[in-house]
């Protein structure tokens, strides 16, 4: 795709619409970053839209109060960590499916969202460098929500694969009823897994919010459902168990490189939902049939043979 658009494309690789490639990234990244741990483990988050938006209200309605604007972000990520707790108290407690327990959880954080802000935008004036850096600015000469978005990700990376956190949500993924009786502490890991993407969510509101200088009770919009769709394409399984972060961190630059493409060439806000889908199908078919290849490539290896001693011992 790279070598396609330097040829028919070749204002893609204008310096500012590269960094406007990866400010377009950067929020729906951190958000998958955080879902990349629920689906691992096989369940789902539909709640991180609604996270995103009550979380950017709080924080704007909170400085418009007067309080310091670094301890008004603090409570807005505690919301974002509060709203994941009851989604995995309500997944891992009372044993509902994901889908439908997150699905409840957005409908009902909308509407908070909502209530608190009367339906309107909550726009704050207090702009200092912190947010100018989560919004819109720029740090030797990337910018600031991208370096964001990196740092989460180099975070993700670290924990799913050197963490004992990180091992326990692919045994769940893998078989929640084998990882428990391994004795992997399912109940808390999950609930790790919940708080893990609302923060993120939450991270995402804030700079969602510092970008606008508006905290709007709808800005989480479909980020849902861009965040399952980076994940996908990064190749984590919706079943659970397979995929990590740097997959998740080359599907949400993908989303944001077809975005961008699309609209240097004209195609409608319309269409770009049409091809989005279109590309979701592709690559879970290009996921399963890369799963079935290493199963057959497993079951196509001679076992092993035993040697005399290990004979002997056994």
Do not use: C, H, W
């Not at 995402?204 to 965040?227: E, F, I």
């Not at 394409?233 to 077809?258: C, R």
């Not at 490539?297 to 004979?311: I, T």
Request: hydrophobic letters at 55%; charged letters at 10%.
């Amino acid at each position: 795709m790279l070598i396609a658009l330097a040829v028919f494309v070749p204002a893609f690789y204008q310096p500012a619409n590269l960094l406007n490639v990866a400010r377009q990234s950067s929020i729906v990244g951190v958000v998958a970053i955080g879902m990349t741990f629920v689906i691992l483990t096989g369940g789902i988050d539909l709640s991180v839209g609604s996270i995103l938006a009550l979380s950017g209200v709080t924080m704007a309605i909170l400085i418009n109060q007067g309080m310091v604007p670094g301890l008004a972000i603090v409570v807005a990520l505690l919301v974002g960590v509060g709203a994941g707790l009851l989604n995995g108290l309500i997944v891992a407690v009372l044993k509902i499916q994901p889908f439908i327990a997150t699905l409840a959880t957005m409908v009902a954080i909308t509407g908070l969202a909502l209530r608190v802000t009367n339906g309107g935008p909550q726009a704050f004036n207090n702009i200092g460098d912190l947010f100018n850096f989560l919004g819109s600015g720029q740090v030797l000469g990337l910018p600031g929500p991208f370096l964001v978005f990196l740092i989460v990700a180099a975070i993700g990376v670290l924990v799913l694969r050197y963490l004992s956190f990180g091992r326990f949500l692919y045994a769940i993924g893998g078989s929640s009823e084998a990882a428990r009786l391994s004795g992997v502490p399912t109940t808390r890991t999950l609930l790790l897994a919940y708080a893990v993407s609302g923060v993120t969510a939450a991270l995402a509101g804030v700079m969602t919010a510092s970008r606008l200088g508006v905290g709007a009770p709808t800005a989480g919009g479909l980020a849902n459902l861009d965040a399952i769709t980076a994940v996908v394409i990064g190749g984590t399984s919706l079943m659970g168990g397979v995929g990590g972060a740097l997959g998740t961190v080359f599907g949400a630059v993908l989303l944001a490189v077809l975005s961008n493409l699309m609209n240097l060439i004209g195609i409608s806000p319309f269409d770009q939902q049409i091809v989005k889908g279109v590309v979701i199908v592709l690559a879970v078919l290009f996921a399963i049939q890369a799963t079935r290849r290493r199963i057959s490539d497993r079951r196509a290896k001679p076992a092993p043979q035993e040697s005399v001693r290990d004979r002997l011992l056994r």
